[in-house]
Structure formats: C-alpha cells, structure tokens
C-alpha cells in the first residue's frame, strides 16, 4: 500500500505557473512510477504525464510538452508536476497515481491521490 497527497494547486491567470507535488508514504516510493492525470468534468480521466522508478523515462499528453516538466526526488518520497504557461483548458482537477513499473503508454494507476484543483483563469 502506498498513501498519496498532492498539494500545489490553487488559482493562476494565464501564462502563469504552478507547481503540484505529489508526496507519498507506505510502501518504498522508489519501488513506483508514478503519473499525473486530470479529470475535467464530464470528461474522461487523462494521462498527463508519467514517470519511471528511476526516472530515465517519462512521457507526457501533447497538449502540455514543453510546458509540463515531472520529476521525482526519491529521497523526499515526492513527485512534482511543474507547469508553465498555463492556459485555461488546463483547468481541472490534478490526480496522481502509482504503480509498480512503467515502461510508456497506458498507465493504470494502482494507488490514488485526493486530488488537487488547478483553475487557469483568462
């Protein structure tokens, strides 16, 4: 089992930055990929962006290359989510998930945050 907590969300105009953290506890968090998802309401749930156990792979939606950075600092058990020139459509709500490994493409996601709320406003 691992316990997930995001934290960073908040309001930003547009063009504006954030970042999320994702702090873990339980079961070693080197031991998982963890991932990013948002969920806009009515939509389905997104992939964001994802990374590897020891990083050396990641992947992230199109919609937010080069403006979405992930990282993970195993030592503080937390990954973070940097987001640059936010626009309004990124506005949602945050999710960050947990698994075993991952390799690219789908991201199941065993263990969930509470999530946390990004409004971008215009």
């Known amino acids: 089992q691992v316990q997930l907590v995001e934290s960073g969300g908040g309001l930003v105009q547009a063009g504006g930055s954030l970042r999320l953290s994702c702090a873990a506890s339980g079961r070693t968090f080197s031991s998982y990929a963890m991932g990013w998802f948002r969920q806009a309401p009515g939509k389905d749930r997104e992939l964001v962006t994802a990374?590897?156990?020891?990083?050396?792979?990641?992947y992230y939606l199109d919609s937010v290359k080069g403006r979405f950075t992930i990282s993970r600092d195993n030592a503080k058990n937390t990954v973070y989510l940097q987001m640059n020139s936010l626009k309004p459509e990124d506005t949602t709500v945050y999710y960050c998930a947990a698994q075993p490994s991952y390799t690219g493409g789908y991201f199941r996601g065993d263990y969930w945050g509470q999530g946390t709320q990004v409004t971008v406003s215009s």
């Open positions: 990374i590897s156990r020891s990083s050396s792979s990641t």
